[in-house]
Structures are given as C-alpha cells and as structure tokens.
C-alpha cells in the first residue's frame, strides 16, 4: 500500500518538524513548506492526500482553501486549518472556506493529531 502524503504548511519551522516527524514515524510522506507561494509550487508537482495550513495570514490562508476545494485535482484532499487562534468568527471562516477540520495549535499532542487526521481520511474515503 501507498505511503499517505501530507503537505503542512506553517511557519513556524520548530512545530512543523515535530509534527512532520511523528506523522513520518506513522509511515506518512511528508513535506514541510514555510508559506503558501512555495506550497503552491509544491502542489503543482503533487496533491497531497492531507494539507495542514497555518491560518497566519488568515485571508492569504482562507484563499489558499479556496482555492484548492476548487481545483479538481486537489477538491478531494483533506483539509485542516491549524491555528493559535480560538474565536469563533476565525473557526467559522475557515470551515466556511471547506476544511474539514480546525485544530488549534497546542491543545492536542502529535500522536493524537495523526489519529485524528488518519481518522478524517478514512471518514472521507469512505463516502
């Protein structure tokens, strides 16, 4: 069976790493882009089966989901917004933009991320 990709994109390089690591660990292809311009060059080369973005900028980010829900090579792949941010007005946005998910940063640890995220996947596969 095919490794599942993971694209994450966030600038803060620290989290990013740790995450890609315990995601690697899970038997993931993952890759690591600092900001949309060059996650966007990424996804020219390959569509991810999951994007985590970090909503920093958020209208940058929210258009980014956007615009990747649209795309038919990519309207498929799961979506998680990441953020610091805990208000309502932000969580609606982005669930408003498609993701399927919004986790915020600090409130659950690596391993229970891939958890949550593989059981997405499957959630989604299966419709």
Do not use: C
Not at 24 to 38: F, L, N, Q, R, S
Not at 52 to 68: G, R, S, T, Y
Not at 79 to 85: M, W
């Amino acid at each position: 069976m095919a490794k599942k990709t993971l694209l994450m994109i966030d600038q803060d390089a620290y989290y990013a790493k740790i995450y890609a690591n315990r995601f690697e660990a899970a038997g993931w292809k993952v890759w690591v882009e600092d900001d949309m311009t060059k996650a966007k060059k990424r996804l020219k080369r390959s569509v991810p089966d999951v994007l985590i973005i970090n909503l920093d900028p958020l209208d940058e980010a929210l258009a980014f989901l956007v615009a990747l829900r649209v795309d038919p090579r990519s309207a498929k792949t799961v979506q998680l917004a990441l953020s610091h941010q805990g208000n309502r007005k932000t969580m609606l946005a982005a669930l408003e933009s498609g993701v399927d998910a919004y986790f915020l940063k600090g409130h659950m640890t690596p391993s229970e991320a891939v958890k949550k995220v593989k059981r997405l996947l499957e959630e989604k596969t299966s419709l």
